[in-house]
């Protein structure tokens, strides 16, 4: 089964992404020495996320990206890989990963394993979107966007088979749509 802009409806607001941002950007430059803190992007969902939350923190912060791969379609595979990696060491540093959703929690828990062993001063996690419904590994969120239910959602970064990330806000898959494809 395949899904059309129609299928989905909106369910996160351009409002509240950016009343969230802001309160999200406050707290972690309150919270963080922006002079050793290296925000990594995991790309491609974190895109849109990481551009409007940087520009919400102090300038002299640095950034870098890699990206994983671990989904198709809707359904988690459950397999992590690195498709590229940092381009600088991270030793000694403040590692900010900034992720666009925490679903299984299996990527974020391959990636903070992966990056601890590199010996980072600290590494915390800052992802938009958090699925608890599905979780399989717990991680540790330090900074959460929203709390969302089980569904299936694109936009702001977030894509199905690779289109929509530049809607400027979440929709989520419409629930009979769901409901046909789980029946199918
Ligand atoms: P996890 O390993 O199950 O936590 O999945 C993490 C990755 O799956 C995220 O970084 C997303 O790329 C993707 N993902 C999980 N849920 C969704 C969703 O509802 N829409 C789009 N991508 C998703």
């Not at 990696?85 to 403040?94: E, F, S």
């Not at 974020?108 to 590199?118: G, I, P, Q, T, Y």
């Not at 969302?148 to 898959?173: C, S």
């Amino acid at each position: 089964m395949s899904y059309a802009l129609s299928d989905f409806e909106p369910l996160i607001t351009r409002e509240q992404l950016d009343k969230r941002l802001d309160e999200l950007g406050r707290e972690i430059t309150k919270d963080l020495d922006p002079e050793h803190l290296v925000v990594v992007g995991v790309l491609k969902g974190a895109l849109v996320f990481m551009a409007d939350l940087i520009r919400r923190l102090p300038p002299t912060i640095t950034c870098d990206f890699l990206r994983l791969s671990s989904y198709e379609g809707t359904e988690s595979s459950g397999t992590v890989r690195f498709d590229f990696d940092l381009t600088q060491p991270i030793k000694g540093k403040d590692v900010l990963i900034v992720e666009d959703i925490v679903d299984t929690g299996l990527t974020m828990d391959f990636l903070l394993k992966a990056l601890e062993v590199r010996g980072p001063r600290s590494i915390k996690l800052c992802t938009l979107l958090h699925k608890p419904a599905r979780t399989k590994r717990d991680v540790p969120i330090s900074y959460l966007g929203f709390t969302i239910p089980d569904r299936f959602v694109i936009g702001y970064g977030l894509d199905y088979e690779g289109q929509y990330r530049n809607l400027d806000h979440i929709a989520a898959l419409r629930p009979y749509r769901a409901n046909q494809a789980a029946e199918a």
